[in-house]
């Protein structure tokens, strides 16, 4: 029996480089001054949506909210192998939290409407809170099971599934449609394959082009007018919708998602405050790697009191 999944996935800043112009005086993080990347436990996330595919047949859709920019991660997810994309993408998205985001999701899927699972990660590397997931799954009244590391099997509308637990391992049956939150040592993920790299790498969306075209005009030394812009905007958007490279964009009307819950409207948490750290070097001492020098650093440690 095919099953249809839904990957929800996020372009994050890539933490790995991180500098102390990351984050923004609101306390919001700095994205224009970080590399983006695919959420790497959204990667093991659409893994296992594809294996599941794969294995059962059916389709897997990703939908990931976020601006333009993130049309990047969804042609990822085309080369990967996934059927359709979805960006969820509006203005009034801004400064989201985890309620907030969770909210937009669920709105995006109902407008989806048929699916057996809901796959993501665990959490995300920008926020580290795991609760996207599992407040998605209580907007849409799903039963869920998360920090997953295989499906084993699936049958007669049940769902059999390894999850991680402290010491160990743990097996769970379900009831389809259910959403999974799944681990980083779930799967390795596939790369992307080079014919649907070509055949993806094309595809985009208005805003994207549009900002890409405004680039390139104001590279030349001033702002272009609307006319200027439109004149060269249309004919790119009607070759793409043409060629059907227009990937699928919804705003927040489109999703029938309330304005009060959405964006920073729709977001209880607030940063009170940053500070940030700094380490700098120091003086090194080296120790011998002997009796005395192992004598010598408790003496040390003892008299300046760090122990004792």
Known sequence: ??????????????????????????????????????????????????????????????????????????????????????????????????LATSYALSCAIRKIGKFDLIIGGRQAIDGDTAQVGPQTAEKLHLNQVTYVEKVQDIRDGRIEILRSIDGGYEV?????????????????????????????????????????????????????????????????????????????????DAVGADHDKIGGRGSPTKVKKIESVVFKGRDLKWIEANDEGAKGLVRELVTEHILG
């Open 1 to 98: 029996m095919p099953y249809d999944c839904i990957v929800i996935a996020k372009q994050v800043p890539d933490t790995k480089n991180v500098t102390g112009k990351a984050m923004k005086d609101d306390g919001t993080v700095n994205r224009a001054a970080l590399p983006a990347i695919f959420n790497p436990e959204d990667l093991n996330a659409l893994e296992m949506a594809l294996d599941i595919r794969d294995r059962f047949g059916g389709s897997v859709t990703v939908v990931t909210m976020g601006p333009p920019a993130a049309c990047e991660l969804l042609r990822d997810a085309l080369y990967r192998g996934a059927d359709r994309v979805i960006l969820l993408t509006d203005r009034r998205f801004a400064a989201a939290d985890t």
């Open 172 to 252: 769970v049956r379900g009831r389809l449609p259910i959403l999974l939150t799944v681990t980083g040592t779930a799967n390795e993920p596939r790369p992307p394959r080079a014919k649907r790299l070509l055949q993806f790498r094309h595809h985009t969306c208005p805003a994207e082009i549009t900002n890409r075209i405004r680039k390139q005009l104001e590279a030349r030394g001033r702002e272009p007018s609307e006319a200027e812009m439109a004149e060269a905007v249309n004919p790119v958007l009607t070759e793409a919708v043409k060629q059907d490279r227009m990937l699928t964009v919804w705003d927040a």
